[in-house]
């Protein structure tokens, strides 16, 4: 092949070329994907282990290309990352990452942005491309192997040039696990000849689908929350590289065209004028590729930059450039599929797509690196009011107090969490002091005391951006038409009481992993020994993984269900006690078990010589309850919710450690349900399970003593079911005749798009009054704070004996249709109704959402563990 002079021309002809002649000869012992693989891109879907055999084979034959393994999935599949660039460059790899943190400030060995070098190591920009997040979004790993084929190959006309300024970092394979999945079932249905009628089983997953991961989670909601593994494992990588562009290459309907950067709005406002322009920079020279080979395209719709858990924006709330490509196809489109238009999208059709976006980015990115390299270092330096601006509170917010608290765990967990996105924190430097701030719970403006053991965000740090998006108390939305949650802010998820900060605290940093953990007043360090005429432990109990630990290896368990003083110890509802009556098979063992598992899940004990209590129950008395270590099963499979159904077994996979077995609900409804205590339903409509005579023996069952525990749309189902206390709310929210006449004659069909949002609920946060003195509201206080994501339409409430333990609210963060708010204010989030000896406890609002709300982990254990004991 000639060497090509027009850039456009050239991408294009190299992509004719490598499928025209990909069994022409390779340079040296490089080879093509189709000459490795030995068949070309486009005519199979690639298995992930071939796929990075093929990555391992290129970095042993171009001095271009490293490669590193950085993780493992679920399911054991590695994760790796392939470096390409110029020997020169990859030979100075850690150079360059060390003077991308520098020029960022976020170099620990004192290493200043001002320090930076005017060396090579100073000029390279940073790529990161991200595919199959999603893994029937399968097109994209297949591009990943012709992409890296031809940056690392030196006959390519033009990329040896591209890499002299940038270093690409690629991702070959975000989910695996997913990827594999779809894969597998798909070369199991193909036929010798791809079938591109629509209907044909081939176009057609079965559930769960091949999108998300091992415990059905979709990655691409995950890159703020690292509830999973491969997030987790990735965002580690990330932190120490913060590329200036990132890339997230997905699919999207087989109908529509390619779309590609600029986003649609809404954007947030903390997104920088420049990274909004250079968007534009990207995206003409994308087009001129599309339109030189009349391929269809669009930007500027659907695809925006609020939410932050997207690859797109959590890069971009990091200085970088972050876009998302989607190709049309995904799981339906297979190898060869027939479009609404009549024409044939083929798989190799789908990769010369994302082939063409991903070598343009590189272009691009190289063709400016000086200017990526200057503006990243601007963002990370920019400190105007603009940036720590905080919606909906103090015109320019110093930072955030997290009122030390009586949970913890939950404060553990969030200086975990924070340490994990490289958010910094700390404590109060000067304690007893007072400082102008404004209370998340009331908006009250006033002075608050800083406490040792409060948690400290200064809003000035180097990722002052990100800090801002995860403690706004009130999300900034500049249009309601958005693509996910429009609410999320860390203090409500965790349910602690927070201040926004109006004037500067000097705060002592916290260092690695120091943990914010203090014994609570009056007890004694679980690891300390027991005193030897200890009679019982009482533990804080809001843990769900320790307490699940203590029954799964049979520890007997106690709670109160009145509030208990001892000595100057109060133990609020829901305390675990642990007596030694009850224990006796542990003998002299007993004490040191207890403090090996409360040292393991950072648990402190208060030890008591005596079972007569200074306040309230006694441990003897019919207050202080036994909790049975229940035997749980799960329903697992259609008409479920994936995600509902995976974010339910990871809780108990990988949250508390409890087991469970799952069933398919056929099977789950034919069982003999007397050998389980507890029955879960995840969100769906089980009418096609249970009909009218099934549901009756399920009652029947609850009566003997069972507990039903209902997610989501699963609790929506029985609403007005016979022999059930969940009732539909009928409120007269119809408007107006004149508002209706108003409504319908002011109408444009250019808007028809917002119709529907006056009752659309995309996700939004609401107060939640809670009876605490409910077991299914232990740990909570009167009020918490409760994702929603239910439109109008699912309003209920339990009526007669039953229990409304939650009840939703105002709205305090996020967009809610004034409809839909009108009509779910007031009604049930949370509760239970006891039937004969059993309960059925209905989880309206999902409390394992995304696994991000970290408050709903109590809440769940409370309805498996707790309530009807």
Sequence with gaps: MAACVVPVACLLSVWVHVQSHAQAQSPSALESPAEFLGYALGEHFTRHERILAYAYHVAAHSDRVEIEPYGTTYEGRTLVLVYISTPGNLERREDIRRANLARAGLMEDGVTPAAVTTGPESDVAIVWLSYNVHGNE????????????????????????????TLVIMDPMINPDGRDRYVNWYNRMVGVQADATPSAVEHNEPWPGGRTNHYFFDLNRDWSWLTQTETR????????????????????????????????????????????????????NHASYFDANGWLYFTRQVFDLFYPGYGDTFPIYNGAIGMTYEQGGSGRAGLAIETAEGDTLRLSHRIAGHYTTGMSTVEVASRHADELLAQFSAFFADTSPATVHDAGQAASTTGWLVRGSESQEAMTALARHLRLLGIRYGHGSKVDTRVDATAWRTGERKRVDIRPDDIIVPAEQPRRVLARVLFERTSPLPDSLTYDITAWALPYAYDLDTYSLSEDVAVDMAEGDASTRSTTD?????????????????????????????LREGIRVRYNTEPITLGEDVFPRGTLIVTRRGNEGFGEELARVLADMAAAHGETAVFSATGMVDGGPDLGSSDIRHIKAPRIVMAFGSPASSASAGQIWHYFDEVIGYPVTRMTPDNLQRADLSAWDVVVLPSGNWSSVWDEEGLGALQDWVRGGGRLVLFGGAASWLAGKEGFALKEVKKDET?????????????????????????????????????????????????????????????????????????????VSGHTGFEAEKRIGGTLSFGAESMGRGSVVYLVDDPLYRAFWYSGRRLVANALFLVGQ
Excluded: C
């Design 233 to 284: 494992q990735r965002m580690a990588r990330y932190r120490e590289w913060l590329p200036q562009v990132h890339v997230d290459f997905h699919e999207q309907g087989v109908d529509s065209p390619y779309y590609f950067a600029p986003a649609a709005e809404p954007f947030h406002p903390v997104i920088t004028d420049w990274q909004r322009e250079f968007q534009q920079v990207i995206g003409r």
């Design 735 to 811: 408007p107006a005749d004149s508002l209706r006449a108003e409504r319908a004659t002011s109408r444009r069909y250019a808007e028809r798009e917002r119709d529907g949002l006056t009752t659309d609920n995309p996700g939004a946060i609401f107060e939640v009054a809670v009876d605490g003195t409910h077991p299914l509201g232990y740990g909570f206080g009167k009020s918490s704070w409760m994702l929603s994501r239910r439109a109008s339409g699912h309003e209920v409430m339990l009526e007669g004996s039953a229990w409304n333990v939650g009840i939703l609210g105002d709205r």
């Design 522 to 550: 009056g007890g004694t360090a679980a690891t300390d020994t027991a005193p030897p005429d200890t009679y019982a432990w009482f533990f804080e109990g809001d843990d769900p993984a320790f307490l699940a630990t203590l």
């Design 138 to 165: 399968s097109v994209s790993s297949e591009a990943s192997m012709q992409t890296l084929h031809d940056l690392a190959r030196e006959t390519h006309p033009t990329s040896g040039a591209w890499l002299e300024n």
